[in-house]
């Protein structure tokens, strides 16, 4: 079945401390998001990607960093520069020409501090 | 800029009774407007879609209709299930574009 993985499920970052949060998906779809929920809130966007080697920052994009080497992955990395990182990350997708087209979900990946 | 408003939760009912969620935008052109659900601890699912004025999306008994007069897509289900509690999305697709613009979120509680 075709569909987007995040890992890991659950991370814990220290004081200082980079983390990277895996998305892979093997639904073929050309762009990738990543957003932020805090508890009780709705979705904020924090990057995206239309095409490989090509990204864009989001509404909260400060503390944060991106690649994308490969079609099928979209890795976010927490940098210590975000000081108050702990909540709920969602990685997404969508086909190409995708305005009549909803977004893919991955399930997820929650952040704490240590 | 476009944007999507839909109403503050949490909405508590009893198993069974009549489910409306409001739901309006604001948008320039004739975007494609969604309703996705959230169960606890996981991502985001697509429930429903319309793409045009008048269209009405339906799935597992939501339904929601565009209404371009009113900007509106108020999600409603006629029975609803201790199942069907969950945190319901509003959210619009900008024509032609790649992004999404959700509402906050609605929560919904089910009691049995």
């Known amino acids: 079945d075709g569909g987007i993985t995040q890992s890991p499920k659950y991370l814990f970052r220290k004081e200082g401390q980079n983390v990277t949060l895996s998305c892979e998906q093997n639904?073929?779809?050309?762009?990738m998001y990543w957003y932020r929920q805090d508890p009780g809130q709705g979705l904020r966007l924090i990057y995206y990607s239309q095409i490989v080697n090509d990204f864009q920052k989001g509404d909260i994009a400060e503390g944060y960093s991106v690649s994308r080497e490969k079609k099928e992955s979209f890795p976010l990395t927490v940098t210590s520069a975000q000081k108050n990182p702990t909540a709920f990350y969602l990685c997404?997708?969508?086909?190409?020409?995708?305005?009549?087209?909803?977004?893919?979900f991955g399930d997820g990946t929650r952040l704490s501090i240590l | 800029g476009n944007s999507v408003t839909q109403m503050e939760g949490p909405v508590t009912l009893s198993e069974e009774a009549f489910l409306t969620i409001n739901c309006t935008y604001t948008?320039?052109?004739?975007?494609?407007l969604f309703w996705y659900v959230q169960y606890p601890g996981e991502g985001l699912q697509l429930l429903l879609k319309?793409?045009?004025?008048?269209d009405k999306g339906s799935n597992k008994g939501f339904e929601a209709t565009y209404r371009k007069e009113t900007t509106s897509f108020h999600l409603e289900k006629g029975s609803v299930q201790v199942s069907d509690s969950a945190v319901y999305f509003c959210a619009l697709s900008d024509q032609g574009g790649f992004k999404t613009i959700f509402g906050a979120g609605t929560r919904l509680f089910v009691k049995a």
């Open positions: 948008a320039t052109g004739y975007p494609s």
């Open positions: 639904l073929n779809h050309d762009a």
């Open positions: 997404a997708s969508i086909v190409a020409g995708g305005s009549n087209q909803p977004q893919h």
């Open positions: 319309a793409t045009k004025a008048d």
